[in-house]
């Protein structure tokens, strides 16, 4: 039962919060954190906050723990990737923070090593911003990975990733409840952008957009809903994926819904179905 909450010096702010606060080229194996609570600022995560260098690994590690980071960057499992392959990880547990928020990963960068086999069935949530299921913000390799739990953020929110650029995701497929409150929800990716591709991917939950309504009591009307993607731009590409008829799309308030793609410009989209109806 884990209780993790450091407090910072006077004028500093605390990053690096988790079992492991920074590693670099270390294979962490077979670690469940099986109860508790990690709260951090920056980069907070259940087992490793940064995971840094080519060689390293991260192999059948399992959250149960609630994790709450207060500002970016927040993971189930591992919240800044650098290099690092994850594989066969789970997270069950609750996930909170501002924005680049993942079930198993926060961010990534555009190394070549990514994440595979991995699930996530714990409540994701950005406060602000972008929120993926497996992963926030997306630039690596995401293959077979499956979300069952519910996603939330403001902007770019996916069943498996937020965000998706210079990489692919391949044979993922998500069965949780996907909404934003602003723009770009997708059952498996809230945006892609430059070189991202979705490729054999499956739909099964519910998408949807929830309005905000401000201090003036003004409704805000939230925007691109998709079933496979949110929105897509600037080359991304979406392949061979289904929206199943078993999913839904609950965007009555929306604008920009599709069974496929909510917001689509110079992209390609091709051997895509949606069953679902709109």
Known sequence: NLELAPVAEKGKVVQFTGLFGATKDA??????LASGKVTGYRYTAGIVARANGFGGQIVNCHNYAEISGAETVTGG?????????????????KVTGNSEVGGIAGTSNSMKNGLSNCAN???????RGIAGGIIGSSMVPVDDCVNKGTVSGNSSVGGIAGSVSLDTLKNCSNEGKVTARIQGAGGIAGSIGVRGVLFQCAN?????A?????????????SAVGG?????????????????????????NAIRVGGIVGSSHQDNIEHCVNYAPI
């Open 77 to 93: 499992i591992v919240a800044q990737l650098q290099g690092y392959t994850v594989s066969d990880c789970t997270n069950n547990g």
């Open 204 to 208: 099964r939950g519910t998408v949807g």
């Open 210 to 222: 929830e309005p905000q309504t401000d201090e003036s009591g003004k409704v805000s009307t939230p």
């Open 27 to 32: 294979t962490i194996a077979n670690v469940t």
């Open 228 to 252: 496979i993607c949110g929105m897509s731009t600037q080359g991304g590409k979406i392949l061979y994926c289904t929206n199943e008829a078993i999913s839904k799309i609950e965007a009555v």
């Open 121 to 127: 069935n714990g409540e994701v949530n950005a406060e």
